[in-house]
């Protein structure tokens, strides 16, 4: 089910970092992704840092759409359990618009109930678009709801 126990918030700064680094990252011909790594104390989580696909996969973007290695994915776990964070959100960019593909809905990046997954349209072009950013949350077995826009707010976006 949609709980808003699953929403979170992400700081601008953060977001112009991110959206800045999956640009730079995609070069504007390729997808690009990340991790939104973060904690949920009380309320909405709170992301605190990211994870870049191509850290820890260097083919991760070789093919044009993002990919991961098994071993890859345990970096991931490996980085939360140091820093005690969890994963709060996938984001990855698209050439065009921000749909799920079938690959996306049929193979998500973590097979979690309640995770969320966000695709960033223009290969990251803008930061300011926040209308044509995609949120989707896995309901598990491969169904997704769409979820409304981000929502801007003087703390940050929350999604
Ligand atoms: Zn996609």
């Known amino acids: 089910m949609v709980s808003s126990a699953d929403s979170f918030r992400l700081s601008w ?10 640009r730079r990252r995609g070069r504007g ?3 690009s992704g990340a991790f939104l790594l973060g904690h949920r104390h009380s309320g909405p989580g709170v992301v605190t840092d990211f994870v870049f ?4 996969d260097p083919d991760a973007l070789s093919r044009g759409h993002v990919h991961l290695s098994g071993q890859a994915l345990g970096k991931v776990w490996d980085r939360c359990g140091v820093r005690g964070l969890e994963v709060l959100a996938d984001v990855h960019t698209h050439p065009g618009s921000a749909g799920q593909s079938d690959s996306d809905r049929a ?3 973590i097979a979690i109930k309640g995770h969320t997954a966000l695709i960033i349209p223009a ?9 044509g950013v995609g949120v989707y949350r896995h309901l598990g077995a491969g ?5 409304p826009s ?10």
């Not at 696909?53 to 820890?56: N, R, T």
């Not at 981000?150 to 999604?159: D, E, H, L, N, S």
Request: proline share 5%; net charge positive.
């Open 29 to 31: 011909i390729r997808e």
């Open 13 to 22: 700064l953060g977001w112009w970092r991110l959206v800045g680094q999956l």
């Open 150 to 159: 981000p929502k801007a707010g003087w703390r940050g976006i929350t999604f």
């Open 123 to 131: 290969f990251a072009r803008s930061a300011t678009n926040l209308r």
């Open 143 to 147: 169904n997704w709801i769409s979820l």
């Open 107 to 109: 193979y998500p990046m």
């Open 53 to 56: 696909y191509d850290e820890i």
